[in-house]
């Protein structure tokens, strides 16, 4: 018998998980709940997979950005590949923020649509209080530029959400190793190389179980979720449909199209078959985690092996990819608030809209790459607008689902600029 790929594998268990859910929801006696069961038996399997593959995913940035960074032969080399990447990163997110803007005035998911926002304004204290904790009103634009910088290393090492600040030093340092002597910076290029193949060799330690995991963070959420709510898994998943298909159709625009049209513009062979085939783990993995930075050693691995980016490539736009290029979340914000502001009845002018996808894409850069921290970051964005953040419960029930959805964009969007990136330098 043929065995199996790993995304099948996964793909096997994630409709597992959701059947497995749904079963538990219908068939559950007194005696003995299955939901309960699951929450407290089931869901435990999906943290420690997630906390495991975070765990690998902050050494990997740091290890991976210096053994890229120093493997250049020179200052100049470095300056070429970043400022391409980060040309392609931006390029791509104005390109999914004009996408969304378009399709939400267009088709108008809130327009005539009367709701009801008294039952969500306990919900909503809990996000604005926490948000407004971090975010004033004085903050300047380039506030992004200032967390950038860490003043301590180390602190950022053990926050989830210094993925820049780890990445800032990571490009600091690898780029100081181009400028040592080169006897020194052997002994160093050797520790930061055995460091990483630790690190990979980890990674193929927990993706070999991976799909068991899956199976259990699918499971036991569902059923928290279900447990949680008046409705049922499929409320949580059908609600608010008009809205959800417009974010649905421009995340499906920019995988369908925006990112195989600039690998046909800028690649020597492009393969629709091939390039999809070959990031499928990791986008069925970024679907199953909604965590861009979860899956990054997956992505990496995909891009390596099935679509020849070599790793000094990889190991330099992947991580910040990870961390600035949040194309899906970036089309998904812009959505959401016209979307609020239709069902509010708030008139937002062509200039306001301009200065919503400004905002998107500057929230983006600096939003961790972690399960629903666009939705956090959208406060940010409505800002600029005179809507309440406390509006933001309105979309909740669908939030967790359309997060999937997003985080998909992103991890195909980060393999895309890779491999683009890797033709310019002739290493594809």
Not at 142 to 151: H, S, T, Y
Not at 325 to 340: E, K, P, R
Not at 403 to 413: A, F, H, P, S
Request: aromatic content about 10%; proline content about 4%; hydrophobic content about 55%.
């Amino acid at each position: 018998m043929k065995k199996l790929s790993l995304h099948w594998k996964i793909l096997v268990a994630m409709i597992l998980g959701v059947i497995w859910a749904l079963l538990s929801e219908s068939f559950h006696s007194d005696s003995f709940n299955i939901i309960s069961f699951n929450i407290a038996w089931l869901s435990p399997f999906g943290d420690i997979f997630l906390k495991l593959l975070k765990l690998i995913a902050v050494p990997l940035v740091l290890f991976s950005i210096i053994k890229g960074v120093s493997g250049l032969s020179n200052l100049s080399e470095l300056g070429k590949m970043g400022s391409r990447t980060v040309f392609l990163y931006l390029t791509t997110t104005f390109c999914s923020v004009a996408i969304g803007l378009l399709l939400v005035n267009q088709i108008g998911p809130g327009n005539g649509f009367s709701f009801n926002t008294a039952n969500f304004e306990e919900d909503s204290k809990v996000i604005a209080i926490e948000e407004k904790v971090n975010v004033t009103s004085t903050d300047s634009p380039l506030q992004f530029l200032v967390d950038m910088v860490p003043d301590n290393i180390f602190l950022a090492l053990g926050d989830n959400k210094a993925m820049l600040q780890i990445i800032f030093f990571a490009l600091f340092f690898g780029t100081m190793l181009i400028l040592i002597d080169p006897k020194k910076k052997k002994r160093i290029d050797d520790l930061i190389d055995s460091l990483n193949d630790v690190f990979l060799m980890m990674v193929d330690i927990v993706i070999r179980y991976c799909p068991f995991f899956i199976f259990c963070l699918l499971a036991g959420n569902l059923s928290e979720l279900s447990n949680e709510s008046q409705g049922g898994v499929l409320d949580i998943i059908t609600g608010l449909a008009l809205y959800t298909l417009v974010v649905l159709l421009g995340l499906l625009i920019m995988v369908l199209c925006v990112y195989p049209l600039l690998m046909q513009l800028f690649t020597k062979k492009f393969s629709y078959q091939k390039f999809f085939n070959g990031i499928a783990p990791a986008q069925i993995l970024a679907f199953s985690t909604s965590s861009s930075a979860a899956t990054l050693p997956v992505t990496m691995d995909c891009v390596n092996k099935n679509l020849g980016v070599p790793n000094k490539v990889s190991s330099f736009v992947l991580p910040i990819g990870a961390t600035i290029n949040m194309d899906g979340t970036s089309l998904y914000q812009c959505v959401a608030v016209v979307f609020l502001a239709q069902i509010l009845g708030v008139d937002l002018s062509f200039s306001t809209q301009l200065l919503i996808a400004l905002t998107a894409v500057l929230a983006s850069i600096g939003s961790a790459a972690i399960p629903s921290a666009g939705l956090f970051m959208m406060v940010v964005v409505l800002g600029v607008t005179p809507i309440d953040p406390m509006y933001i419960a309105i979309i909740l029930p669908v939030d967790r689902v359309l997060d999937m959805c997003r985080t998909v964009v992103n991890v195909t969007g980060d393999a895309t600029v890779s491999s683009i990136v890797a033709n310019f330098e002739g290493e594809n």
